[in-house]
């Protein structure tokens, strides 16, 4: 699977929704994760043009948040979630910091 499947991605409505209406908040080292329960798994990201100017750098911080997603999904998580990063951490180290961000919040909610 080279990407995420569309019934699993946010539309613009998705992201009004989950900005007004989200039922748990996981806040992480460099995840904040907002999570409202829904039938299907579906994913929203953002990442600041801010924080990483570079597009590349956000790019493969963004498939390997995807690649999570991936697993989750395999596992018939559900659910909605609006992945945000947050400041800090070496942009060289962001990549496996987000991978142990993203099991540590993940084991919290479950």
Known sequence: MSSLPSLNRFDASDYVEMAQSCTRKLIGDLLIIKYSPH??????????????????????????????????????????????????????????LVTQDWYKLIEVKE
Do not use: W
């Not at 991936?70 to 596992?75: C, F, M, P, T």
């Open 39 to 96: 039938p299907e798994l579906k994913v929203g990201f953002k990442i600041r043009k801010k924080l990483f100017k570079h597009a590349v750098v956000r790019n493969a911080i963004r498939r390997t948040l995807k690649e999570l997603i991936r697993v989750q999904l395999k596992l018939g998580q559900t659910g909605k979630y609006l992945v945000t990063l947050r400041k800090g951490g070496c942009k060289l180290e962001v990549k496996s």
